[in-house]
C-alpha cells in the first residue's frame, strides 16, 4: 500500500477500519481468526485490536471463544453521513417511479475503495426476492454501477482505481477488464451502462451515472433484473433510457444541469 510510505498515514486507524470491513452479510460473525486470515495481520494484533474495538462499542463480543458482530456504534457513525446526503430525498420519489415500472427496484450507489455501496433503494414492492440494502456492495469492474463510475469519473482516477484492482485480484481484473472500453462506448453513446453475464448470469444489470460528482460523489442509479423477466435487448431497451431520464431530471432539481 503507498500509504505505508507516508509518515502521517496512521496504521493502526487503519488496520482497525479494515477489521470492521471483514464482515458482510453473509459472514456476520467472525472470530479472530478469521480477521487474521482476511488482514494479513498476526493473531496477537488482531485480538488487540478486536479488544479495543469492543470498548468503543464498534464490536459486540458473542462466547467463549468469541465471535464478533458489528455493534451499534457502526450504525450511529453511519447517520450523519446518510442524513447529509440530500440527493437521497430529491430522487427517492424518481426512482420509485421507474421500480413501479419494471415491477423491480432501483438503487443508488457510490464508490467505497474498491466496490460500488448501495446508499437508498426504491422497491415496487416488499416481496422482491433481490432485495439490495444500504450498504451492501457490488463489484467495482464486473457490475453495471462499477462500470458506469468507471466510465464516468476522470481519467486520473480511472487510473488510480484500475491499477488498486489490478493489484488486489490480478484475476478479476484480468477476466474483466477487457469489458470496459465497450461500457464506455456505450455511455457516450447511451448515457447508461449494461451488463447481461458479467457479475451473475440469473440477472441483467443496468447503470446511468451523474454527469459530474454531487457533493464530491459521484453517484450512479442502478438496476437489476432477473434475466427470465425477458430478452436482454429488450429489457436494456425499455429500462435504459428510464434510468438516463431519471438521472438527467436529478441533476436538474440539484442545479446541476448548467454548463453541462
Known sequence: MPERHDPDF???????????????????LLAN??????TGLSRSAVARLTHTLVQLGYLQAIGKPPRYRLGAAVLALSHPLLASMHIRQVARPLMKMVANHIRGAV???VRDRLQMVYVDTARSNE??????????ALPL????????????????DRAAVLNQLKLADPGHYAAHIGTLPAARRD???KGYCGNNVQWRPDAYGFAAPLCRPYQSLLYVFNCGVPSSDGPYRERAADIGPRLVALAREVERMLGMRDGV
Open 10 to 28: 496512521a496504521t493502526t486507524l487503519a488496520h482497525g477500519i479494515d477489521i470492521l470491513a471483514c464482515f458482510s452479510a453473509e459472514r456476520p
Open 33 to 38: 481468526k478469521d480477521f487474521a486470515l482476511r
Open 107 to 109: 438503487s443508488l450507489v
Open 127 to 136: 416481496a422482491l426476492q433481490t432485495r439490495p440494502d444500504i450498504g451492501a
Open 141 to 156: 469492474l464486473s457490475s453495471a454501477a462499477g462500470k458506469a463510475w468507471l466510465a464516468r469519473t476522470s481519467d486520473a
Open 187 to 189: 455511455l457516450e453513446r
